[in-house]
């Protein structure tokens, strides 16, 4: 027994292990440990960052409107995602050479190398090992300038191969050198600036050619660049704080320009072509994500355009991603000009609250007994808008010219693009006002004053974008949902009735901006009518405006006794003249011309009623002073009747 606990535990010079089993004597191999797999490099991890970002964002766009848990739950883990890439980005490169109170084993000399300090021709001080041939192999050199060389250096060119560059100006360079210049090779340079460099340096211009670049303003640049410009010829450039694209991936061109993905400060992502100033030349795609630009590019074919995409005004198929506005392109030119005629006296003889609130105004006699038969009426609806209310189309840039006049005057000023395009599926456009950026406005419901609770589009501050005839508007958003995904019919129709309760919520408000009490089956009052209901009516429950005493009427001069005039004279109590009656006629005969100003005045305002005076603003000239009633606060507009007449 003894024996066999010594034979148990005895290992013989080849590694081998000897013991028994079943009685008899073996041996075996030890197992071998296994390796640990290598640290992955920092650029490796970058990237892996990258990667699940783009990923952890993409999920979270598909939880946008879903559930509220989940979304806070992604947004917590994105948040944790993109703190750790920072971390990593700053973090200084892993020192090359260990510093002189690093713990490192000393080199041992060879038979003919000595350790000492000597001057150099050009007096510069050389300490460290030297060779059989007096030749500085490792130490440092410093210069008479202030620089100073430390590592290894070749014996025959004396120029240093590996170690660390400092330059008096503050400059350090740090790793492989080219033997016969000195240039740093492979490493990273740290310039007095605060500028860092990291990566792959050309040996003749000593400019950076593959790596990083870090600048002082906040810039990071990631790629390929070129060896005698040092310019970023293709990667990604994360640009500073203010500026509005955020991120870029692509290629550049000497002259700046460049093509490829940009990602923007206010979330959309975007692929084409930019001049070194940053305008687009042509236009750029919208695309959902920066991972898209490695995805191969779709067939020229599928370039925006009606004739490239049939499709029926009454019946709608998903689009692909990125392509919404090439199917309502298609659609719409499908309308004929018998059609767009029709509807445009429909809109145009329609009041302006049913136009805003009727969501069927002109496909009301469509059958829509059904869910998915209402959300196909719905996406005809906004077809046949879209072609009322534009004038041209252009199919290269899928931009729509708008023309409100071109149905009626006033809607020049009572209908918005929200009232246009009705479709809930429409989440983002482009707007162009004489300029050549566009405003990226997202469907939302108003919540800032002007226009507080209207369904429309909106800036990046909340505000919403007015429209008049001759702005263009192009559609940016995504995709359509599929009508035959039973949850995403639901989804749209949940939307679209909680917008057209919303739209009717926006015009049920009384003259006093109180809620109405009327049903939603009793016809609305416009602001048109409640003008013209002037003089006809007493003023609503608000403080009056008490204008001045009433001068004597000059010849020719249009006044009549006011209803804001002092509440002891009635007109029960009071005798007209023949005078005043033919005055008070003028009045009503001009007050049918000054309702559209005064509309106009009241929608630009946006209060919720207008009543116009019946007494001049001054003794030589006939005006109007227009009381402008809210429930926010009032106010008194002027209007001179030879403005109108």
Not at 565 to 589: Q, V, Y
């Amino acid at each position: 027994m003894g024996i066999h606990k010594h034979l148990n535990c005895f290992k013989n010079f080849s590694g081998k292990y000897y013991g028994l089993k079943e009685n008899r004597l073996v041996f075996e191999e030890k197992p071998s440990e296994p390796k640990p797999a290598p640290e992955p490099s920092k650029d490796e991890q970058i990237k892996d960052l990258q990667a699940k970002i783009a990923k952890q964002e993409k999920q979270l766009r598909k939880e946008k409107d879903k559930d509220k848990d989940k979304k806070e739950k992604l947004e917590k883990i994105l948040g944790e995602t993109r703190a750790k890439l920072k971390k990593l980005q700053e973090e200084p490169a892993k020192k090359l050479l260990p510093s002189s109170d690093e713990k490192e084993e000393k080199r041992i000399l060879g038979p003919s190398e000595t350790t000492k300090t000597e001057g150099g021709e050009n007096g510069e001080k050389m300490e460290g090992t030297f060779n059989a041939q007096n030749k500085l192999i490792e130490g440092t050199i410093t210069f008479k300038n202030g620089d100073v060389y430390s590592g290894t250096f070749d014996p025959e060119t004396g120029k240093l191969t590996k170690g660390k560059i400092i330059l008096k100006s503050g400059d350090t360079q740090e790793g492989d050198f080219d033997k016969t210049t000195s240039r740093l090779t492979k490493g990273r340079k740290k310039l007095a600036s605060g500028e860092t460099q990291e990566g792959d340096f050309d040996k003749d211009t000593g400019k950076l050619t593959k790596g990083k670049i870090v600048l002082i303003s906040g810039v990071i640049l990631d790629g390929t660049f070129d060896r005698t410009t040092g310019q970023i010829m293709e990667g990604t450039k994360t640009n500073e704080k203010g500026n509005p694209a955020e991120i870029q991936k692509g290629k550049w061109e000497k002259t700046g320009k460049f093509s490829g993905v940009i990602k923007f400060r206010d979330g959309t992502i975007r692929r084409g072509t930019w001049d070194k100033t940053g305008k687009a030349i042509g236009t750029p795609t919208q695309v959902p994500s920066m991972e898209e630009e490695d995805k191969p590019k779709p067939d020229a074919k599928a370039a925006p355009g009606p004739e490239k995409k049939p499709a029926t005004s009454a019946e709608t198929t998903t689009s692909p991603a990125g392509k919404l506005f090439e199917g309502y392109a298609a659609r719409v030119e499908k309308i004929d000009e018998k059609t767009k005629g029709k509807d445009k006296k429909v809109l145009g003889n329609a009041k302006i609250p049913d136009i805003r609130s009727n969501i069927a105004l002109l496909t009301s006699d469509k059958k829509a007994d059904t869910v998915k038969e209402k959300a196909v009426n719905l996406k005809e609806e906004t077809d046949r808008r879209i072609r009322a209310y534009t004038s041209r189309y252009d199919s290269k840039t899928g931009k729509y010219t708008l023309d409100y006049e071109g149905v009626k005057r006033s809607h020049e000023i009572s209908i918005g693009l929200g009232d246009i395009l009705l479709d809930p599926d429409i989440k983002e456009v482009e707007i162009w006002k004489d300029r050549e950026k566009p405003i990226i406005a997202k469907r939302a419901t108003v919540a800032t004053k002007r226009n507080k609770e209207r369904v429309g589009f909106v800036d990046k501050d909340g505000d919403y974008v007015t429209t008049f005839t001759g702005d263009k508007f192009r559609i940016v958003t995504e995709k359509e949902r599929n009508f035959g995904n039973k949850d995403e019919l639901t989804a749209y129709h949940n939307e679209t009735e909680k917008e057209r309760k919303q739209r009717q919520k926006f015009e049920w408000f009384s003259e006093a901006g109180e809620k109405s009490a009327r049903t939603e089956g009793k016809e609305e009052k416009t602001r048109r009518e409640s003008v013209a209901k002037v003089g006809k009516t007493t003023p609503p429950v608000t403080p009056p405006v008490t204008p001045p005493a009433t001068p004597p009427a000059k010849t020719g001069e249009t006044t009549t006794p006011s209803h804001v005039e002092d509440k002891k004279t009635t007109e029960a109590t009071k005798e007209k003249s023949p005078e005043e009656l033919a005055k008070a006629e003028t009045i009503k005969a001009t007050i049918s011309k000054v309702q559209e100003k005064a509309d106009k005045v009241a929608l630009q305002m946006w209060r919720d009623s207008i009543k116009i005076s019946e007494t001049p603003k001054s003794p030589d000239s006939t005006s109007y002073a227009i009381l402008v009633e809210g429930k926010d606060t009032n106010s008194t507009i002027e209007i001179k009747a030879e403005q109108v007449n």
